[in-house]
């Protein structure tokens, strides 16, 4: 028993390590690793953890609409969608703004899509401003709420319609801005006799009487009537009061400005759209793909809905060569174009 005890404990003896730093502890017992009570990868692990606890009652929550109110579902689905959309683009217009802020850029000097991002995101921005003043009140959240369910197209923008609904918003938006088309003509017919020249009267009403009849111009025609739009009587900032108007729903803009501001409105609009130009000129139009060239026609007035790529692009490079030599005192021949050119696609 004893000589037993004896073997046992030198057993033991041999098997203890020795002392050494971090490996033994009181009394030469060996010491646990201390990775194994490290905090380190805990956070990490709490986070996987919650967002996939989080992405299966999202699922939940989704395959449950979808069953029992596919129309929320849907609405669900647009409104989850369009939050992403909105938060990407974001982040793109701040990567424009530092790198127009790093290399000094203006605005007029990014290029094509840059500039069109801009453009686009200070419209949204200007229209849905409205909506977030009326939800400062409390409790104004859920009027909120009911008007943009019942007038998605004035209040919401773009990233949170459904794909019918751009569909059909932007065929309704065609037809009000075709409405105001015949009400450009009219005025331009009653202005083209205050023109001093002669030859630019006789013109001008033989111009108007040709899209009226259902023809399109041909650009060189527009170019011979540049001096005519220069100054008094149709330049932007000569405009009659309902002329000033009805070009103003031609192009998307309120005419319920007062006239000194509709013009300078009128007229900050379409040499804008000049710069555009210029930049997709540098581009080229051979770099933009259908839905480019599809919302490029679409601003500069002409419904694309029926017109195929090469169409399209046939249709932008008649306008560039006409927008190509328009100095910005001719303006006013840019902003009736989106009306003359616009009007018969089919016929030039």
Sequence with gaps: MALSGLRCRGLVWRLRPGPGPGLSGPRGLPRAPLCCFSSRGGPGALAAAVTAAAKRVTGAYERFLRRRFPR??????????????????????????????????????LPYRDMERLRQFRRDLLKVLPVLVLAIPPFANFLVIVLMYFFPRQLLIR????????????????SVRRGAYAAVLANLALAAPALPDPRLREQLRELCQQ????????????????????????????????????????????????????????????????????????????????????????????????????????????????????AASEASLLAHSTVLLALNPGRA
């Design 211 to 326: 899209v009226q009849g259902g023809a399109q111009p041909r650009v060189s025609q527009l170019r011979t009537l540049r001096g005519g739009f220069s100054g008094r009587p149709l330049a932007l900032e000569t405009l009659r009061a309902p002329h000033a108007r009805a070009l103003s729903r031609a192009l998307f803009l309120t005419p319920l400005l007062p006239l000194p501001l509709l013009r300078r409105r009128l007229r900050s609009h379409v040499l804008e759209l000049r710069e555009l130009d210029r930049a997709l000129l540098r581009l080229g139009l051979e770099q933009l793909d259908g839905d480019e060239l599809r919302a490029a026609c679409y601003l500069r007035g002409l419904n694309p809905a029926r017109l195929e790529p090469p169409e399209c692009r046939a249709w932008l490079e008649r306008w560039l060569r006409l927008s190509g030599q328009l």
């Design 72 to 109: 929320v579902y849907v609405l669900h689905q647009t409104f989850t969608s369009g939050i992403q959309a909105l938060v990407l683009e974001v982040k793109e217009i701040r990567k424009i703004r530092q790198k127009m802020s790093q290399q000094r850029l203006s605005v007029q000097q």
């Design 159 to 174: 990233h949170f319609w459904t794909p019918q609904q751009r569909r059909q918003f932007l065929e309704l938006e065609d």
